[in-house]
């Protein structure tokens, strides 16, 4: 049985979004938008530069969304920041209509000091919650191959128990493309009592140099046999968009039949592998 039928995908999922930083790219992002609603997600999410380098384009994108009639999360991070920034955005966003927020501590770019009044995102969740109850839904992250900076697995997953303590309802996880990564990591965080959902978070393959830079950086590990054949197909984008397409959607089976329930996609604002990719997952049964 195909997933998708009618454009809408048979599971739930969850869509993030980037602020665009041109007026094309704004209209670029409101067709893509379009057709992605086709699959009707349970959310949209728009990412938010840390240091707040793109925080009027985040909240901009969020308003449309709402506008357009669909649920929508502004993601939050709060390195560099003051508690008192973070108060004035939480009120703003309230009086948009945002009912969910997916709270980090996010990167400051390089030249930028730490700074700011918050060290790890779990002091941002507690923030969140004593500022505003129960008005948010809160997501957090997690690595099922561990963030570049915990000391350990094991550390790793205490910060995440450490963020669900402090009032986090769900976890998404970074990409990855090794399936038993994330059912480890599940079994792991269950073991250490941590009961929230777990979505996994799925990157399509669409240009192999962005991909590999971009995963060195974030501690996500592309397998070798994936990397080698992206680096084989050189500038043929076709082939890395069909090969991508495949390894994606094997991906979602995979996890589909190891219990995932919904998934949370990295659309890079980009509507058709997404909407590729929903149509073709075969469920389990
Ligand atoms: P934290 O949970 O604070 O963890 C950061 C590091 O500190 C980890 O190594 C953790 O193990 C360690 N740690 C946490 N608590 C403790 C403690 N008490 N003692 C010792 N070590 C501790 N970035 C952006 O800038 N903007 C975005 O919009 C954005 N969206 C994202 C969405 C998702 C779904 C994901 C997975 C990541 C996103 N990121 C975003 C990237 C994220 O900000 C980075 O991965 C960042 O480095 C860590 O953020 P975090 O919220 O996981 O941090």
Request: net charge neutral; charged share 25%; with cysteine.
């Amino acid at each position: 049985m195909s997933s998708s039928e009618g454009g809408k995908a048979a599971f739930p999922i969850s869509l993030e979004f980037f602020p665009p930083k041109t007026e094309e790219g704004a209209a670029k992002l409101r067709k893509a938008r379009r057709a992605l609603y086709a699959l009707k997600p349970e959310f949209c999410s728009v990412t938010y530069g840390a240091g707040g380098s793109t925080q009027q384009g985040t909240f901009d994108t969020v308003a449309e969304i709402l506008e357009e009639g669909v649920p929508a999360a502004s993601h939050l991070s709060c390195v560099g920041a003051t508690r008192e920034r973070v108060r004035e955005e939480l009120h703003m966003l309230k009086s948009i209509g945002v009912k969910r927020l997916v709270a980090l501590r996010g990167d400051l770019p390089s030249g930028y000091g730490m700074g700011g009044e918050f060290q790890y995102a779990s002091e941002l969740v507690e923030f969140i919650r004593a500022e505003t109850g129960d008005d948010f839904r809160i997501e957090v992250a997690c690595y099922p191959e561990m963030h570049p900076q915990a000391r350990s697995p094991q550390s790793d997953l205490q910060a995440l128990a450490a963020k669900v303590r402090a009032g986090a309802n769900s976890a998404i996880t970074q990409y990855f493309f090794n399936p038993d990564a994330y059912f480890r990591f599940v079994d792991d965080a269950r073991k250490a009592g941590i009961d929230v959902p777990i979505v996994p978070g799925i990157m399509p393959i669409a240009n192999s140099t962005q991909l590999l830079r971009f995963s060195d950086s974030c501690g996500a590990d592309i397998p070798r046999w994936i990397r080698l054949r992206l680096q084989a197909f050189g500038d043929d984008t076709a082939s890395i968009r069909a090969f991508g397409l495949d390894v994606v959607t094997q991906l979602c089976e995979r996890l589909r039949a190891g219990g995932a329930q919904c998934f949370h996609f990295y659309t890079m604002n980009q509507a058709k592998p997404i909407v590729e990719i929903c149509r073709r997952i075969v469920l389990p049964g």
